[in-house]
């Protein structure tokens, strides 16, 4: 269903509108609430108004269905209408919206998003929610296919009175103030106020009124504060207040006078911070403090960081940039669409789990979203400060002018010089020497400690990690190739990835690498189907072994680069949930032989005999002969035999040693020819 229709929460008030969208959003949302066309899609529909092209108001270009008003001339008349955007959105992999109509009249917005919802209901996915999103419908037609199957719809659709209906009474929709306007002149300024007018009042279209807006930090605010702001607003704007997308509130129509009593009132309740969508109001997502699917903290991040700006003085030409923070990849805390975004992530050193963030650069939410920014590779959380710092050290003493804005630096700058300053801030200390580093920010609980392990089990992490971070340079040289308008070989390092990191994960399973196309059928069958590995990011490997890469543009590059991104970062997340699982396994079976009464008991002679199944494993290399192994006895009965023969040299000094530390026992070893033959008995 429709998940309610947005707007800019300074429709009607901001002087750069085109025209006040608030009665069209209202409208619209009127109409398909309760539409039958609207009811029955596969997942959420969410649908943004925007009154300008340029500012971040709307996010008209992140939205299933976004409108920025625009004026056209149309025989000596100026007629009202909307640029029409659709298939837009953020997620783990974001989607810029294409553009449907330059030029949509406002007596066709109602009929022509009927319309949209009808297409939307008859192509969209409906068996696997990850892709019930209207992006994923745009991408598929194409956006010449989807206009062609909307204007259909549009034409089918019979008249309804209320498409038009609530145009005779735009001025329903019209906010009144509470008081007539005045000046602020000579009215007497408690202090901080010219600090917090500086940043957080602006002056209306209309003279006299100005728009306040309450910094909530972390987007918090106590029941207490909430009547306070409550008993505000019917003071000084009547009893109407908005939401800002940065997790603020509005207050609308304040008579100039009234600021500093309001200022003064909003101090009162601890509700006068200053600083409004600056540097220091940085957006988060709950992150794990809510949230199941949370990777990191991003409310402990972004409280950090706060902290740290406001006790340290911040370069004024760099305080209106924007930081935005997720606690995954699924962009709720929009890290996307900031100058500097993170996502939380993860990274497993010496045994322990540090908590990581990788770095989005190079986006922008001006331009209602504009421009997208691209992972440029992970970063401890305690380092975060001081990276920052570093790159916007940088970007003010290298713009090429004043009028170089940060994105702009960024992309001028490029990736691999960016991948070297990340690389100053790589090193962490060890579990031993500050056991901080492995506890997330704002958080108390350590991470588990990994057992010691046997030589097999050992080369077996080696190997998987090494798969692992050369996956992750693979997604490196994405980048610069993408930097580089390299499109095609951006797309082919992108899928090498995906192939080094699903590799990487069968090689748990035992399974060596043959070619691309067995590592893609094995994937499927032992993590995709098994639901190991989430579906969403799984897809994006069969996926690309089905697109041609030949016709590639810059953005479907950017969603490929991303799409690896993603499907890399969940492989280590994979592999860090089996190492931990594995951890807990031997955990379990220590404790239980610390528990154990000491005495032997005697085994059957019977029991020694039956054999319950045999593995031919000569010719397979180490850790592979391990892991096949230890496959094996895992779907065994506790107790029960196996036989395995194997090879001389390393894997006779390895295997028995891996799997004895695993907790099984080896009841007979004999040498057979060049080879060995092991009885092992399940151990728990």
């Not at 009811?39 to 092209?53: E, L």
Request: contains cysteine; aromatic residues 8%; proline residues 4%.
């Amino acid at each position: 269903v429709v998940r309610n229709v947005t707007a800019c929460p300074l429709s009607g008030v901001c002087n750069d509108e085109t025209f006040d969208v608030t009665p069209y959003s209202k409208a619209l949302s009127s109409f398909l609430l309760g539409h039958p066309d609207s009811q029955d899609f596969g997942r959420k529909f969410k649908i943004s108004f925007s009154g300008c092209h340029d500012h971040a108001c709307g996010f008209a270009q992140m939205h299933d269905i976004g409108a920025v008003a625009v004026v056209k001339e149309v025989d000596d008349e100026k007629k009202r209408g909307f640029k029409m955007y659709v298939g837009g959105g953020l997620g783990a992999v974001p989607h810029r919206a294409k553009i449907l109509e330059e030029f949509l009249p406002v007596e066709e917005l109602l009929p022509v998003s009927q319309a949209m919802a009808k297409v939307f209901s008859r192509f969209g996915e409906r068996k696997n929610r990850n892709k019930a999103r209207m992006k994923f419908v745009v991408a598929k037609l194409g956006i010449d296919e989807f206009r062609r199957e909307v204007h259909a719809e549009r034409e089918k659709l019979r008249h309804d009175p209320a498409w038009t209906a609530y145009l005779d009474d735009l001025d329903e929709f019209d906010e009144s103030p509470l008081k007539p306007p005045t000046q602020l002149n000579g009215t007497k300024k408690p202090d901080g106020f010219h600090a917090w007018d500086a940043t957080n009042v602006k002056p209306q279209a209309q003279p006299g009124y100005a728009v306040v807006q309450v910094t909530l930090p972390l987007g918090d605010i106590t029941s207490n504060q909430t009547r306070g702001l409550a008993d505000i607003a019917r003071k000084y704007v009547k009893d109407t207040i908005r939401a800002t997308v940065e997790q603020n509130i509005i207050l609308r129509w304040v008579t100039m006078s009234d600021l500093p009593s309001v200022y003064s009132e909003l101090q009162a309740i601890g509700l006068a911070e200053g600083d409004a969508e600056r540097l220091t109001d940085i957006t988060a997502c709950p992150g794990t403090d809510s949230c199941k699917l949370g990777i990191s903290s991003s409310r402990g991040l972004a409280a950090s960081l706060r902290g740290h700006f406001l006790k340290n003085r911040v370069n004024e030409e760099i305080k209106d940039l924007r930081i935005k923070i997720s606690g995954c990849p699924n962009s709720c805390g929009a890290h996307h669409v900031a100058n500097i975004g993170f996502f939380g992530s993860s990274r497993r050193i010496q045994g322990h789990i540090a908590p990581y963030y990788q770095v989005i650069l190079g986006g922008h939410a001006t331009e209602n979203a504009g421009s997208y920014g691209l992972a440029a590779g992970k970063i401890h959380g305690e380092h975060i400060p001081q990276f920052i710092e570093h790159l916007t050290g940088r970007y003010l003493d290298e713009r090429t002018d004043e009028n170089e804005t940060f994105t702009s630096y960024i992309k001028r700058l490029g990736k691999p010089e960016i991948k070297s300053v990340l690389k100053q801030y790589d090193e962490i200390p060890s579990y031993e020497e500050d056991p901080s580093y492995y506890i997330d920010t704002g958080d108390s609980k350590e991470f588990k400690l990994q057992k010691g392990v046997g030589e097999c089990a050992g080369e077996l992490i080696e190997l998987v990690s090494f798969k692992l971070e050369e996956a992750d340079r693979l997604i490196y040289e994405a980048g610069v190739h993408l930097e580089d308008d390299e499109f095609e070989a951006s797309a082919a390092r992108s899928f090498e990835a995906m192939i080094h990191a699903a590799d990487g994960l069968l090689t748990t399973e035992g399974i060596q690498y043959i070619d691309d196309e067995t590592t893609v059928r094995e994937f499927r069958d032992r993590f995709f189907d098994t639901q190991i590995f989430f579906s969403a990011y799984g897809e994006y490997l069969f996926k690309a072994t089905e697109e041609n890469t030949s016709t590639f543009d810059e953005e479907l590059t950017h969603r490929r680069v991303e799409e690896a991104t993603l499907f890399v970062e969940q492989s280590h997340n994979v592999y860090g949930r089996m190492q931990i699982r594995q951890e807990e396994e031997n955990q379990a079976r220590g404790r239980k032989k610390r528990e154990a009464t000491p005495a032997r008991i005697p085994k059957p002679a019977a029991e020694a005999e039956a054999i319950v199944d045999s593995m031919d494993l000569k010719g397979v290399a180490c850790p592979f002969n391990y892991v096949q192994a230890k496959i094996r006895l895992e779907q065994m009965n506790l107790r029960e035999l196996l036989e395995i023969t194997i090879d001389d040299g390393e894997p006779i000094k390895n295997v028995p040693t891996s799997l004895t530390n695993d907790g099984h026992e080896i009841v007979d070893t004999k040498k057979v020819g060049q080879h060995y033959r092991l009885l092992i008995r399940k151990g728990e």
